[in-house]
């Protein structure tokens, strides 16, 4: 069965030529001027590990502090490769974040929650 080992928001994540994960600008805290706030370029990277060949049916949540969902939806499927891992992306482009405050972002397997990312909307005045 596979098992998620790692999830991080940051600005951009992808493979480079040797196939290992890159991650720009890993952050906990998304600072914004006011809500809502779409956000801008984002990616969830996440890792995860299981049997050579195995397929594994992924679920995305997002939460907002008032335990209000914000997306709620199935992935595309991955294969775990013959090394016994998996290292993906998803696009996070364009999600509105419409409260401040601590945010869940689940990531899950079809047979069992496999992580839990807070991650802080703060709205940052000026003065």
Known sequence: MAALEWIHLCDHGFLDESGKPC???ISRYVL????????PRSTLAYSLTGAAQEM????????DPYGNTII??????VT???AGE???FVDMQGIVLSREGWHQIR????????????VAVVVVNDE
């Open 23 to 25: 991650l720009i600008g």
């Open 32 to 39: 914004i001027r006011s809500l809502p706030y779409a956000m």
């Open 56 to 63: 594994v049916a992924l679920h995305l949540s997002v939460i």
């Open 72 to 77: 709620d939806g199935d992935l595309d499927s």
């Open 80 to 82: 775990v490769s013959e």
């Open 86 to 88: 998996v290292v993906g």
């Open 107 to 118: 990531l899950a397997t079809s047979a069992q929650l496999a992580a839990t990312l807070l």
